[in-house]
């Protein structure tokens, strides 16, 4: 199993960027997937969920600013931030979980700056 986020970067404050996680040896479809972050001294957080029948929610902290969504023919989520603010400033990560087993991937560093 392995799950590859990309995307982040470096960005201006009320920039975007989108990040994606490529998905391989999981049964993508009936995966409920997440993206978490992580932010410097901070706990790892839940940014948003989107189940296998495409339900979604998000944390309070990213709605209307942030929009998951799933390409289940290529096996890919997505995070589109919009909007960015320097508490966005973290380590995302995504997750899979299929059945009883959860997946994380490496995450990838988005940094906002003012």
């Known amino acids: 199993v392995q799950l590859q986020a990309s995307g982040g970067g470096l960005v201006q404050a009320g920039g975007s960027l989108r990040l994606t996680c490529a998905a391989s040896?999981?049964?993508?479809?009936?995966?409920?997937l997440n993206w978490y972050r992580q932010g410097p001294g901070k706990q790892r957080e839940l940014v948003a969920t989107?189940?296998?029948?495409?339900?979604?929610n998000y944390a309070d902290s990213v709605k209307g600013r942030f929009t998951i969504s799933r390409n289940n023919a290529e096996n890919t989520m997505y995070l589109q931030m919009n909007n960015l603010k320097r508490e966005d400033t973290a380590v995302y990560y995504c997750?899979?979980?299929?059945?009883?087993?959860?997946?994380w991937g490496l995450g990838t560093q988005v940094t906002v700056s003012s």
């Open positions: 997750r899979a979980t299929e059945g009883f087993q959860q997946y």
């Open positions: 040896g999981i049964i993508f479809t009936e995966s409920a």
């Open positions: 989107i189940t296998s029948g495409g339900s979604i």
